[in-house]
């Protein structure tokens, strides 16, 4: 067995980092990366020692295996229970349990981010895959072209389409992000509503995913007067609440714990010292990597 193939197991953080950012679920992720792994070992010894990039086969099985699941889920999407979110990661150090998972397998940049994520979800399953293996992972479209079954000029067609999607959203600042965030925790605390509108754009919007298995806004709540008074009556449904501030996918986030369970973790986009869009995820399955 050659080297490639005595490495192939280190192929598998780069598999995870794809599909995570395909399928925005860890848990899908994983399913997807596994797949590939288990055809690749299911292929005759002859046939895998003809095969002359094993990472590339790899990418390809996992690539197509997330196109599926991406298809499948836009049937399952429409009947799901209020919005869907991405599920959030913590940083490493952040996690209370010792042992590796697949949260620590990766990387936390911009690509990663719950408003980066929240626009790749706009996207059809084909732009999805064009545009994260090129412009995320840098395959060339030829590659690209043997995940999609399309042509290399129509998987950079979809790429670009993908693009202007990702150009229209705001750009993203880190800028006072983690101050901003903090003023508004203590806003949020104090139950102090003029001080939430004041951190608050006036043109924000807060989206809530509670699965239908937890209590969740069904809707998007829009307008930071409205965001703040929600907020407060949140906290008063919800005594012995505590606000831990948390890293949520790469940048600063709050996590919200009762009784030491984390109950809500909450992403924010800020532009000019103000939050402008608030991601809160609560459905306890997509938090399963924040527990203990």
Same mark, same amino acid.
């Given at each position: 067995?050659?080297?490639?193939?005595?490495?192939?197991?280190?192929?598998?953080?780069?598999?995870?980092?794809?599909?995570?950012?395909?399928?925005?679920?860890?848990?899908?992720?994983?399913?997807?990366?596994?797949?590939?792994?288990?055809?690749?070992?299911?292929?005759? +010894?002859?046939?895998?020692?003809? &095969?002359?990039?094993?990472?590339?086969?790899?990418?390809?099985?996992?690539?197509?295996?997330?196109?599926?699941?991406?298809?499948?889920?836009?049937?399952?999407?429409?009947?799901?229970?209020?919005?869907?979110?991405?599920?959030?990661?913590?940083?490493?150090?952040?996690?209370?349990?010792?042992?590796?998972?697949?949260?620590?397998?990766?990387?936390?940049?911009?690509?990663?981010?719950?408003?980066?994520? *929240?626009?790749?979800?706009?996207?059809?399953?084909?732009?999805?895959?064009?545009?994260?293996?090129?412009?995320?992972?840098?395959?060339?479209?030829?590659?690209?072209?043997?995940?999609?079954?399309?042509?290399?000029?129509?998987?950079?067609?979809?790429?670009?389409?993908?693009?202007?999607?990702?150009?229209?959203?705001?750009?993203?600042?880190?800028?006072?992000?983690?101050?901003?965030?903090?003023?508004? +925790?203590?806003?949020?605390?104090? +139950?102090?509503?003029?001080?939430?509108?004041?951190?608050?754009?006036?043109?924000?919007?807060?989206?809530?995913?509670?699965?239908?298995? *937890?209590?969740?806004?069904?809707?998007?709540?829009?307008?930071?007067?409205?965001?703040?008074?929600?907020?407060?009556? &949140?906290?008063? +449904?919800?005594?012995?609440?505590?606000?831990?501030?948390?890293?949520?996918?790469?940048?600063?986030?709050?996590?919200?714990?009762?009784?030491?369970? *984390?109950?809500? *973790?909450?992403?924010?986009?800020?532009?000019?010292?103000?939050?402008?869009? &608030?991601?809160?995820?609560?459905?306890?399955?997509?938090?399963?990597?924040?527990?203990?």
């Amino acid at each position: 067995m050659g080297a490639a193939q005595d490495g192939i197991a280190g192929e598998r953080r780069h598999l995870v980092n794809i599909a995570y950012r395909l399928l925005g679920s860890l848990a899908e992720a994983e399913e997807a990366v596994q797949e590939a792994f288990a055809r690749w070992y299911a292929l005759p +010894k002859a046939r895998r020692d003809e &095969i002359l990039s094993p990472g590339a086969w790899l990418t390809t099985v996992t690539g197509r295996t997330c196109l599926d699941v991406l298809g499948s889920a836009r049937a399952r999407r429409e009947r799901y229970v209020g919005a869907w979110l991405p599920e959030p990661l913590p940083d490493r150090p952040q996690r209370e349990s010792a042992h590796e998972s697949v949260v620590d397998q990766i990387v936390q940049d911009e690509s990663v981010a719950m408003a980066f994520l *929240v626009v790749l979800e706009s996207m059809t399953p084909a732009e999805r895959v064009a545009f994260v293996l090129h412009d995320v992972f840098r395959y060339p479209f030829a590659e690209i072209a043997g995940v999609l079954d399309r042509t290399p000029a129509a998987c950079k067609q979809l790429a670009a389409s993908a693009r202007r999607r990702v150009s229209t959203a705001p750009a993203p600042t880190t800028a006072g992000r983690q101050d901003t965030v903090r003023r508004l +925790k203590k806003a949020w605390e104090d +139950k102090d509503v003029p001080a939430l509108v004041a951190v608050l754009d006036p043109a924000a919007v807060m989206t809530a995913d509670g699965g239908g298995l *937890v209590g969740a806004v069904l809707r998007p709540v829009e307008g930071g007067a409205r965001i703040a008074q929600y907020m407060v009556s &949140i906290a008063d +449904k919800a005594p012995g609440l505590e606000l831990l501030e948390r890293s949520v996918n790469g940048v600063p986030g709050l996590v919200a714990r009762r009784d030491g369970v *984390v109950v809500t *973790v909450a992403a924010f986009d800020v532009a000019d010292g103000r939050v402008t869009r &608030i991601w809160a995820v609560r459905t306890p399955e997509k938090l399963g990597s924040w527990a203990p």
